[in-house]
């Protein structure tokens, strides 16, 4: 089959396209698995963790963190999805025609969600969902700090947090990433490419701070995001995409009395239960068109080394996915 493979990890040019990669068969699952045929790859900020070596993986992989497509067989094992169904899906190797994928995360795609929405929202939209459900639950009446927010998770959690009833402050980049932000519901924007983060926030919650900071930049914002908190606020640091956090002294936490967690998704959702219970969340939210997921751009699989460098740059509004035939 068709896929993309990493045998050293590096820059864009070791994403190589490869068709002679071994396809898993019905007869090559392990219990609890489901073989999908993908129609689509979502692409996220991990992958080009896992491409340059920051997060490690045993080399060669296929890279990609999630999938949507139809099933083409199970393990005799397998009861809540069948050979046919529609389905999005979380797991290893999506950067392929098809994946062995454990069964645990996958989602059957309800009527009215297509694969493209399926791929495009699962592993942003659980992401967002464990993090405002989960981490730091918001509640009526918070305000939230939301970094990068015209982006995939960004966007969402704006969507979220605003559904719950917050009053959302909106870090981003550009005018047109405002405009963006926005548009989702935040409300207040707040330019870090050209304002101080920190005393902006002050400024907005009449020196209060917010009740939680949700940051997936990392390394540029993770100051400010401490200087931002009320106090016994919570900072919610969950990506890295302008950098690792540096180190933290602890004694640092008593000015306020702050949280600082670092939450990764799936610690959120190592059983069936607590994966279906997010995945029906954010299925039923799209199904009523509470939440919006937005489509940046499609590449195909040959184009891959583009999609990364587009998310890389920080260019992107919305979801990246890579189209598979
Ligand atoms: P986004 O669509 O949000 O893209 C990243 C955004 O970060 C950019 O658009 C940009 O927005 C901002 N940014 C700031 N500094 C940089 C920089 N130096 N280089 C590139 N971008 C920068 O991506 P995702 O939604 O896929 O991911 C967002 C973050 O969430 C990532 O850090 C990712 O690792 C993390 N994540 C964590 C998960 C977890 O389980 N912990 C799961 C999923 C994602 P702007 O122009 O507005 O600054």
Redesign the pocket.
């Known amino acids: 089959m068709k896929a993309i493979q990493v045998a050293k990890t590096g820059g864009l040019d070791v994403l190589t396209v490869s068709s002679a990669v071994s396809r898993p068969t019905a007869a090559s699952l392990a219990p609890g698995q489901v073989l999908v045929r993908n129609a689509f790859s979502g692409v996220?900020?991990?992958d080009t963790?896992h491409r340059t070596g920051l997060y490690t993986l045993p080399l060669p992989f296929i890279p990609g963190r999630e999938g949507a497509g139809v099933v083409e067989a199970v393990a005799p094992d397998v009861q809540h999805v069948a050979v046919g169904d529609r389905v999005a899906w979380l797991g290893p190797g999506s950067y392929a025609q098809y994946t062995a994928v454990n069964g645990i995360h996958v989602a059957k795609l309800p009527a009215g969600v297509s694969e493209e929405t399926g791929a495009a929202a699962l592993?942003?939209g659980l992401?967002a969902l464990s993090l405002v459900n989960l981490a730091y639950k918001v509640q009526v009446g918070d305000t939230v700090l939301v970094?990068?927010?015209?982006?995939?998770?960004?966007g969402l959690l704006v969507q979220l947090a605003k559904l719950r009833g917050a009053t959302v402050l909106a870090?981003?980049?550009?005018d047109a990433?405002a405009a963006e932000a926005k548009r989702l519901g935040a409300d207040h924007v707040i330019r870090?490419d050209k304002e101080g983060i920190a005393e902006r926030v002050r400024e907005l919650t009449n020196g209060k701070g917010v009740q939680a900071v949700f940051d997936?930049?990392?390394k540029?914002t993770f100051e400010a995001s401490l200087a931002s908190l009320a106090r016994r606020g919570f900072l919610l640091t969950?990506?890295?995409?302008?950098?690792k956090v540096p180190e933290l002294d602890l004694l640092r936490l008593s000015k306020g009395c702050v949280y600082v967690a670092r939450?990764?998704?799936?610690e959120y959702i190592k059983t069936a239960d607590e994966f279906n219970e997010l995945a029906s969340e954010l299925f039923s939210l799209l199904a009523v068109k509470k939440l919006e997921i937005r489509v940046h751009a499609k590449f195909s699989l040959e184009q891959v080394a583009e999609a990364h460098k587009e998310?890389?740059?920080?260019?992107?509004v919305?979801k990246i996915l890579l189209t598979i035939d």
């Open positions: 996220n900020f991990i963790y592993l942003q992401t970094h990068a927010a015209a982006g995939g998770t960004g870090t981003t980049s550009s990433k870090y997936g930049v990392g540029a969950f990506g890295n995409a302008s950098g939450p990764t998704l799936f998310i890389e740059a920080g260019k992107t919305g």
